[in-house]
């Protein structure tokens, strides 16, 4: 292994030793709060400090109880589906419009001022109302997750339509394409690395989001099922659950990212 290779593996063990470290210090500090061994035998199973034999989320993610009782596993499956039904719609409604907001003047003066209204809402301002309107669990979080995530896909498609070089559109209008033939072999290859960053940055938020709206609809999904465990005073499956949204998240724009730089031209040069 070469010197970078060694600098990407220990230093983040170095501050994962530091974060252990402090975590172990805020324990000791605050009465009941968990602490990194209790919290490892709550994960995987083992006897904790009090004595008391556990079995561990992570040891059975998949056992399935009842429709309600369910594996962390599953937890985060049904909460999955939710974010890439949203995040579909997003995309495909996102990227047309991006592209008609690059392409004209007069669409993007149009929409400019609404997306910059819409673009800052959080998504908990939007729950309320649309759980009013669908009544519904799954529709709800899907269409917060929609209206949520769609505007880093506009914004980066738009960009990636205004970084077309004059040179290609004038080779357009010499060929006569058609508008449809100029978006096709003009317009997205170049525009698709810029596509790419706002989905990925979409996906990124619509994870984020689907956490926050599963607390306060309910039902099956990991943020319920975060906000459960408080319910039941279990910090410990706090932290866990913490833990497994974030490498869920990591995973997802690891994914994102291979599938953008596959479809980069610039990389492939």
């Not at 402090?22 to 324990?27: E, N």
């Not at 596509?195 to 956490?211: C, D, E, Q, Y």
Request: charge should be neutral; proline fraction near 4%.
């Amino acid at each position: 292994m070469n010197k970078e290779t060694l600098k990407k593996i220990f230093l983040p063990l170095i501050v994962l030793v530091i974060i252990v470290q402090v975590w172990s210090g805020i324990a000791s500090m605050i009465m009941g709060f968990p602490t990194p061994s209790d919290t490892y035998v709550y994960a995987f199973g083992g006897t904790t400090s009090d004595g008391e034999v556990l079995k561990g989320v992570l040891s059975d993610p998949f056992f399935v109880e009842n429709q309600d009782v369910k594996g962390i596993f599953w937890q985060v499956w049904e909460s999955l589906k939710r974010v890439f039904g949203g995040f579909a719609l997003a995309v495909l409604v996102g990227v047309p419009i991006g592209l008609m907001v690059g392409m004209s003047k007069n669409i993007q003066y149009a929409l400019d001022p609404f997306i910059q209204i819409f673009k800052p809402v959080s998504p908990l301002a939007w729950l309320p109302l649309l759980l009013f309107a669908f009544k519904d669990i799954d529709n709800t979080a899907m269409s917060t997750i929609f209206i949520t995530s769609i505007w880093p896909i506009i914004i980066n498609t738009a960009l990636g339509v205004k970084s077309v070089s004059e040179d290609y559109l004038n080779v357009a209008k010499v060929l006569r394409f058609s508008a449809i033939e100029k978006v096709f072999q003009i317009i997205l290859p170049v525009a698709v690395p810029y596509i790419f960053t706002g989905m990925r940055l979409s996906l990124g938020i619509a994870w984020l989001v689907i956490v926050a709206a599963e607390m306060l609809t309910g039902g099956i999904g990991i943020g319920f099922w975060i906000w459960d465990e408080y319910n039941n005073l279990a910090y410990h499956n706090i932290i866990i659950g913490i833990v497994v949204v974030g490498l869920v998240g990591f995973i997802l724009d690891v994914f994102m990212g291979k599938i953008a730089d596959y479809f980069d031209y610039r990389k492939k040069m």
